[in-house]
């Protein structure tokens, strides 16, 4: 194994060893706190911009298989761990996480401190970071990250986002049209499950557009980076909030808070991985969700024209919210979870009956 390196924007940075491609990448340092899943983080386009520190010590002991991937490519642009397993055993397993990560092109760094890492960013907040195996100079490496954009302020949408629209599931009685602002794969296999026909559109689809679909429904996925940078997004969502059923996952529910007049802003150090608390406001009823978001909604001065439905538990943020009078509905965490918890999968079913005409 060769050398590789860790440098925060702070100045901080521990030296390990690559288990991954030769290379070097830079990104927002986030950790997740899930146990397992590795394989469906590294495939969640929501982490594009990102480097992934994983809290729970040993990854990749069950190595990589074909089936859990939550989209076709990896959307972080860096793996950190505390020790990798490079000889994986599990009956679905074809190769190990190193050489998945490899034959990816994707930097990964073993043997540091991920708790020392994880610490620093709960104390001080996400930081840009670069990880390399190429330079080691921290001045050099330094110079570099002062180049990089964060993520505030910027479409990280486009980069992921489908290029034309494509018919995921041919459902014989509704049509449900999703917008892909990097789309987990799990989601559209749970439309499927109920029997929905799903299409899936570009980001910058236009509202016009998506009604020529001639949908009963339609949901705004989960996705990277900064919701207030879509401009767009947010004109078109504003345009179908009294048109159709909709529901937001994740980025769908900022964007749709947005659109409502609400406000977004960074969190300190966001929310990612499969434990976190969350109670349902109407019935006091608690659910342990998945979770991966940066970035958080504030909902003063549109508190007439939503309810809260849930809140996180932790830190009080919203989780959840629905319109007053329109079927618009949307949920912070993931309720399809993959990785983590199904405690949240039922919250699709208010979706489903507005989409079946029950709203």
């Given at each position: 194994?060769?050398?590789?390196?860790?440098?925060?924007?702070?100045?901080?940075?521990?030296?390990?060893?690559?288990?991954?491609?030769?290379?070097?990448?830079?990104?927002?340092?986030v950790?997740?706190?899930?146990?397992?899943?590795?394989?469906?983080?590294?495939?969640?386009?929501?982490?594009?911009?990102?480097?992934?520190?994983?809290?729970y010590?040993?990854i990749?002991?069950?190595?990589?298989?074909?089936?859990?991937?939550?989209?076709?490519?990896?959307?972080?642009?860096?793996?950190?761990?505390?020790?990798?397993?490079?000889?994986?055993?599990?009956?679905?397993?074809?190769?190990?996480?190193?050489?998945?990560?490899?034959?990816?092109?994707?930097?990964?760094?073993?043997?540091?401190?991920?708790?020392?890492?994880?610490r620093?960013?709960?104390?001080?907040?996400?930081?840009?970071?670069?990880?390399?195996?190429?330079?080691?100079?921290?001045?050099?490496?330094?110079?570099?990250?002062?180049?990089t954009p964060?993520?505030?302020?910027?479409?990280?949408?486009?980069?992921?986002?489908?290029k034309?629209?494509?018919?995921?599931?041919?459902?014989?009685?509704?049509h449900?049209?999703?917008?892909d602002?990097?789309?987990?794969?799990?989601?559209?296999?749970?439309?499927?499950?109920?029997?929905?026909?799903?299409?899936?559109?570009?980001?910058?689809?236009?509202?016009?557009?998506?009604?020529?679909?001639?949908?009963?429904?339609?949901?705004?996925?989960?996705?990277?980076?900064?919701?207030?940078?879509?401009?767009?997004?947010?004109?078109?969502?504003?345009?179908?909030?009294?048109?159709?059923?909709?529901?937001?996952?994740?980025?769908?529910?900022?964007?749709?808070?947005?659109?409502?007049?609400?406000?977004?802003?960074?969190?300190?150090?966001?929310?990612?991985?499969?434990?976190?608390?969350?109670?349902?406001?109407?019935?006091?009823?608690?659910?342990?969700?998945?979770?991966?978001?940066?970035?958080?909604?504030?909902?003063?001065?549109?508190?007439?024209?939503?309810?809260?439905?849930?809140?996180?538990?932790?830190?009080?943020?919203?989780?959840?919210?629905?319109?007053?009078?329109?079927?618009?509905?949307?949920?912070?965490?993931?309720?399809?979870?993959?990785?983590?918890?199904?405690?949240?999968?039922?919250?699709?079913?208010?979706?489903?009956?507005?989409?079946?005409?029950?709203?």
């Amino acid at each position: 194994m060769s050398d590789a390196i860790l440098l925060l924007a702070d100045g901080s940075y521990q030296m390990g060893q690559s288990f991954g491609a030769e290379g070097e990448v830079m990104g927002e340092v986030v950790f997740n706190t899930s146990m397992t899943g590795y394989q469906e983080i590294l495939t969640d386009l929501s982490y594009y911009g990102q480097m992934v520190v994983m809290t729970y010590p040993l990854i990749g002991n069950y190595g990589i298989n074909e089936e859990d991937i939550e989209s076709g490519k990896i959307g972080l642009g860096g793996l950190i761990v505390k020790e990798h397993c490079p000889v994986p055993s599990h009956w679905k397993s074809k190769e190990s996480l190193g050489a998945y990560l490899r034959r990816n092109h994707v930097v990964a760094i073993e043997g540091i401190d991920t708790r020392a890492v994880t610490r620093r960013i709960r104390t001080v907040g996400a930081m840009m970071g670069i990880l390399s195996t190429t330079d080691f100079d921290q001045t050099s490496l330094m110079e570099k990250l002062k180049a990089t954009p964060s993520l505030t302020g910027m479409d990280w949408v486009s980069p992921v986002t489908c290029k034309a629209p494509y018919l995921f599931s041919d459902g014989k009685a509704y049509h449900v049209v999703v917008y892909d602002f990097g789309v987990k794969y799990n989601i559209l296999r749970m439309l499927s499950r109920v029997g929905f026909r799903v299409t899936v559109v570009p980001a910058q689809t236009s509202a016009e557009e998506v009604l020529s679909f001639r949908p009963d429904g339609v949901l705004l996925s989960n996705g990277p980076g900064d919701p207030e940078a879509l401009y767009d997004v947010i004109k078109n969502t504003r345009k179908l909030m009294d048109k159709k059923p909709i529901f937001g996952i994740c980025l769908g529910h900022q964007i749709l808070g947005l659109a409502l007049g609400g406000r977004c802003y960074k969190m300190k150090f966001g929310h990612h991985g499969g434990n976190h608390p969350v109670m349902e406001t109407a019935t006091g009823k608690i659910r342990v969700t998945a979770q991966n978001h940066g970035f958080v909604m504030d909902y003063s001065g549109i508190e007439r024209e939503v309810q809260i439905t849930h809140i996180n538990l932790n830190d009080r943020t919203v989780e959840g919210m629905q319109h007053n009078t329109y079927p618009v509905y949307s949920l912070q965490f993931h309720p399809e979870a993959s990785p983590g918890p199904h405690d949240g999968n039922e919250l699709f079913g208010k979706f489903v009956n507005s989409v079946k005409g029950g709203q």
